[in-house]
């Protein structure tokens, strides 16, 4: 086990959040399962740190007495907040201008009212941490334990706590910000872009505008930014998609750069996924390249609910209870039909979130493939004799699969998208073609 070692470097400095805590599983059965989307990103960032950094991706060597220490400080560095001073040391802090105090009259006959004095600030001090892991496991054959050494040693993980810090090193009057949302859409991006808005108001920031399109925004002249303000934002979380509207592919990183600097933008909120925070974080880099004092700040959107340092992504709620409606569609009519079997094929390139909690949560399901669990479709352990004993059973059968599961099953499509992602065959089609094949003889499509 010499090699279960972290694998990956936080590159991105506009996103330490969006990193698992560690991919060192200690646990044979996790690390024999194929990689997340979330770890692939990782392995991208590892990738390019290789280039840029020395530092942080060694094997942990456990018979080193100071392993432990030595892995908390390669975590500290790796989780360590990048800050506008790392590139302008002289850059003078100022008071905060955002304050959580009630913003309406106090009440004096309410017990423990606010006082008028700083007693409360509300602001998060820069050395708070939040725990990562909260289970003690005594062994790696403990049900679920993550070790990271074969003795299953509990070492602290934790990231920094996020919330308004009481120095910032912008002038609101000076801030012009900007909100971009890429990649395909996700329930609650209107929500992220209404509360940036009134937030940033809150801070006393006035110039806010909305690039249309994601990154596309950036280079098309006829795409004009959006005005946002706290009124234009007001309802807009009633309604689903993006405000802005979402794109795939786009302009190169220095043309966004030229553009950001002609714009005068100095504060970019980015709205996306795995290439879109691949691209805020090159974006970044460019910044910093020329010296420009822009901060690039990082929304991880992702509706698969597949960032391990999260407890739950935004949309995600949402996509599971959407699909648990048509889950019961299937299942209503697999139910009535005779020897009817539904498939649902529901969205999860990487990981099988969605369909493993609606499946859960519906209790209709009879099946449930992920990508993350390897299945034959054929032979005696398949999927279709499985389902015959349903049929014979139960007389009928619902399988729900995520779209990435299955794919080795499949043919390569070769197809990538306007972002470069691949198009995945669909394991859907192929389930119900070879159902049909089985049960009936002959194929529809
Ligand atoms: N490695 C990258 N560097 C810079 N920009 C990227 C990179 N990968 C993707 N992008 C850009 O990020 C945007 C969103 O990427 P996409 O893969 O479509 O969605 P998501 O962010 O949901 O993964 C696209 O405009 C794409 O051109
Ligand atoms: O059909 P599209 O637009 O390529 O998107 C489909 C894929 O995007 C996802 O919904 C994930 O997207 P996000 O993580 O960006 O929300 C996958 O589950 C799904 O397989």
Redesign the pocket.
């Known amino acids: 086990m010499g090699s279960t070692t972290h694998v990956m470097t936080n590159t991105n400095p506009t996103l330490p959040h969006l990193l698992p805590s560690s991919r060192s599983h200690f646990n044979s059965r996790l690390l024999s399962l194929p990689p997340t989307r979330v770890a692939n990103k990782v392995g991208v960032f590892a990738e390019r740190s290789n280039k840029s950094r020395s530092t942080s991706t060694a094997a942990v060597d456990f018979s080193d007495p100071d392993w432990k220490i030595k892995f908390q400080e390669d975590r500290e560095a790796r989780f360590r907040l990048p800050h506008l001073t790392d590139i302008f040391p002289d850059a003078p802090p100022i008071p905060s201008t955002f304050c959580l105090k009630m913003r309406t009259p106090i009440d004096r006959d309410f017990p423990g009212h606010y006082s008028l004095d700083e007693e409360w600030h509300g602001y998060i001090n820069n050395n708070d941490r939040v725990l990562l892991k909260t289970i003690y496991y005594s062994s790696p054959t403990s049900a679920g334990a993550e070790c990271i050494d074969p003795d299953c040693t509990w070492v602290e993980q934790w990231v920094h706590r996020a919330g308004p810090r009481e120095k910032i090193y912008f002038k609101p009057e000076e801030v012009k910000a900007a909100i971009v949302t890429?990649?395909?859409l996700c329930p609650g991006l209107n929500d992220v872009i209404r509360q940036i808005v009134i937030t940033l108001e809150i801070y006393g920031v006035k110039n806010i505008v909305g690039i249309p399109f994601?990154?596309?925004g950036f280079s098309d002249e006829e795409m004009t930014e959006v005005p946002l303000s706290r009124k234009v934002v007001q309802n807009i979380h009633l309604s689903g998609g993006s405000l802005l509207g979402v794109?795939?592919?786009?302009p190169g990183?220095s043309d966004i750069a030229n553009s950001l600097e002609k714009r005068g933008i100095n504060m970019l909120f980015v709205l996306?996924?795995?290439?879109?925070?691949?691209?805020a974080n090159?974006i970044h880099h460019e910044c910093r390249k020329r010296r420009l004092k822009v901060s690039v700040i990082g929304v991880p959107?992702t509706i698969d609910n597949d960032i391990l340092l999260m407890d739950k992504t935004f949309g995600f709620d949402t996509a599971v209870e959407e699909a648990q409606r048509a889950i019961n569609s299937a299942y209503i009519e697999a139910h009535s039909a005779y020897h009817g079997i539904g498939v649902v094929k529901l969205m999860g390139r990487s990981s099988g979130f969605i369909a493993m909690q609606a499946s859960l949560s519906s209790g209709q399901v009879d099946i449930c493939l992920i990508p993350e669990v390897p299945f034959n479709l054929h032979g005696p352990q398949g999927v279709l004799s499985h389902l015959k004993y349903l049929l014979e059973t139960k007389g009928s059968a619902v399988v729900c699969a995520a779209e990435g599961a299955g794919q080795n099953l499949l043919q390569k499509t070769n197809a990538t998208?306007?972002?470069?992602?691949v198009v995945f065959g669909d394991i859907g089609v192929y389930i119900q073609q070879e159902v049909c094949v089985m049960f009936m003889g002959h194929t529809i499509m």
């Open positions: 890429c990649g395909g994601g990154y596309r794109s795939r592919g786009g990183v996306g996924g795995n290439g879109t925070h691949a691209g090159a959107k998208d306007a972002s470069g992602n």
